[in-house]
Nanobody, 121 residues
Framework: QVQLVESGGGLVQAGGSLRLSCAASGSIFSVVAMKWYRQAPGKEREWVAVITSSGVADYADSVKGRFTISRDNTKNTAYLQMNSLKPEDTAVYLC???????????????WGQGTQVTVSS
């Protein structure tokens, strides 16, 4: 089995920072792209950032220059450093990863359970 577990969410004032983690564990052969999404109440899920296995990153315009995605391939873990947070960043942040389990030849999309980020004004 494969699991993704997010951590690091919480309550922060506008202008503050948080660092989220997404750890993939279990019977893993390979992890390729790791992504962060977010979903605010009453809104559609929004893509936030992606990082490839070689470290190439991309961001949604709404977070570019404020958020930084990184990963530690030895730990199968991705991070999202969020600076200059705004109230509109409030959402559940979810991790997504493209993973090949060691019992399969196929890659699949896996999701974590999400971590709440609340930014107060």
């Amino acid at each position: 089995q494969v699991q993704l577990v997010e951590s690091g969410g919480g309550l922060v004032q506008a202008g503050g920072s948080l660092r989220l983690s997404c750890a993939a564990s279990g019977s893993i052969f390979s992890v390729v792209a790791m992504k962060w999404y977010r979903q605010a109440p009453g809104k559609e899920r929004e893509w936030v950032a992606v990082i490839t296995s070689s470290g190439v990153a991309d961001y949604a315009d709404s977070v570019k220059g404020r958020f930084t995605i990184s990963r530690d391939n030895t730990k199968n873990t991705a991070y999202l450093q969020m600076n200059s947070l705004k109230p509109e960043d409030t959402a559940v942040y979810l991790c997504n990863a493209r993973i090949r389990p060691d019992y399969s030849r196929d890659y699949g999309d896996y999701w974590g359970q999400g971590t709440q980020v609340t930014v107060s004004s």
